[in-house]
Structures are given as C-alpha cells and as structure tokens.
C-alpha cells in the first residue's frame, strides 16, 4: 500500500520560514517527479513546484525566490523549504508523485502565515 505523509506544517508570523517533509513508502514504480501542491480556503488547489527524477526544479512564480525544493535523505521523499513566508502562503500543502503508473495524493499539512 502506497503511502504519503507530510509533516512540518505549523503557524508561523510573517517573515518567517517553515520546511515540509514528505516520506513515501510503498512506491515500487519509478518515479518521473515530485510536487508540492498547495490549496488555500475558498481556493483552488495549486501547484507550489516540482522537482524531477533528474533533479530539475521549477516554481509557481508566486513562490520563486523563497521556496526551494530538494530531495530527502531518505529514499523517495521530497523537502519544501519555505523562506520569508507571507500570509498568501497559507493554506494546505500537498506532497503529490508522479509515477510512470499513476499519481499519489498525501493527505496534506496545514501551513498557517500570521500577518
């Protein structure tokens, strides 16, 4: 059974950095890339950045500069790297992967930015 849990989420004053980590198991299918998604109240769930399996990267532009993907130390898990956070930035984060299968959902992490 495939597995997403993310972790790192909290409430953070503006200014403020934050990271998220998200850990995979039972991913047996290689993996094209992983994405951060985030989903603000009221809003439509959108794409934070990815990063793929040769270690490009790309941003929404809302985020470049301040946010920055990386791979996990441990096998198959992606980091979020949130700098200079702003109250726009909150909302739920979402870990999503990519296989050459399917895709796969985390539950998500609340990230809250207090003005």
């Known amino acids: 059974q495939v597995q ?6 909290g409430l953070v004053q503006a200014g403020g950095s934050l990271s998220l980590s998200c850990e ?6 290689m993996i094209n890339a992983m994405d951060w998604y985030r989903q603000a109240p009221g809003k ?5 950045g990815t990063i793929t399996s040769g270690g490009l990267t790309n941003y929404a532009d809302s985020v470049k ?3 920055s993907i990386s791979r996990g130390n ?4 992606v980091n979020l790297q949130m700098n200079s956070l702003k109250p726009e930035d909150t909302g739920v984060y979402y870990c999503h992967v990519r296989t050459v299968i399917r895709a796969y ?6 990230v809250t930015v207090d003005s």
């Open 24 to 29: 995979t198991s039972g991913i047996v299918s």
């Open 44 to 48: 439509q769930r959108e794409l934070v």
């Open 74 to 77: 441990a096998k198959n898990s």
């Open 65 to 67: 500069g301040r946010f």
């Open 4 to 9: 997403l849990v993310e972790s790192g989420g």
């Open 105 to 110: 959902w985390g539950q998500g992490t609340q």
